[in-house]
């Protein structure tokens, strides 16, 4: 088990498609903790296998988040998919650990059900309100290639680009 590094956007390989995930043996599970561990040292709420360079279709929400005990494991969403989300919208302020330090605010629906897989490959369903809908739509927006900068103009871009250089060159430093 390990924390890994985090791939720091603009990184190519957010952008790749994700694989759904056929093999839900050993190599599945170190997946998960590594995820668990690189979440956790983080302070993150929801980490995408994208995000520490993996491309298999998977995603863990924070356990209280989700719903459950404080000292549940997180949730491992394994090959999910978006079946529904409401008319209803909010809007907040999202950070995202592949864009340390940088906040947008993005509108999304108020809430979302998606269906995915555990670790076992048993298929369950999770509806989510709120921050926990906002959760889910994010680390699901991963799988298909889509980041925060997708919600801002170019010249917001550029300048997100821009300050998370000068965070990269100052931890060189």
Same mark, same amino acid.
């Given at each position: 088990m390990a924390v890994r590094d985090m791939v720091i956007w603009p990184d190519p390989r957010l952008r790749q498609p994700s694989e759904a995930v056929t093999d839900f043996g050993p190599s599945l599970r170190q997946l998960y903790q590594d995820l668990v561990d690189t979440m956790y040292a983080e302070r993150g709420l929801g980490i995408a296998a994208l995000q520490i360079g993996d491309p298999r279709r998977m995603f863990l929400v924070e356990p209280e988040l989700a719903g459950r005990a404080k000292d549940d494991p997180p949730v491992a969403f394994v090959n999910p998919e978006v079946v529904w989300t409401s008319e209803e919208q909010q809007k907040s302020d999202e950070g995202c650990l592949s864009f340390p330090d940088i906040y947008i605010q993005v509108e999304r629906p108020m809430k979302a059900r998606v269906k995915a897989q555990d670790l076992d490959g048993n298929w369950f369903e999770v509806e989510g309100e709120a921050l926990m809908a906002r959760c889910l739509l994010h680390e699901y927006d991963h799988l298909t290639g889509k980041l925060l900068v997708d919600f801002?103009?170019?010249? %917001?871009? +550029?300048?997100?680009?821009? %300050?998370? +250089?000068?965070?990269?060159?100052r931890a060189e430093v």
């Open positions: 801002v103009g170019p010249l %917001k871009r +550029q300048m997100i680009k821009r %300050k998370l +250089q000068k965070n990269a060159d």
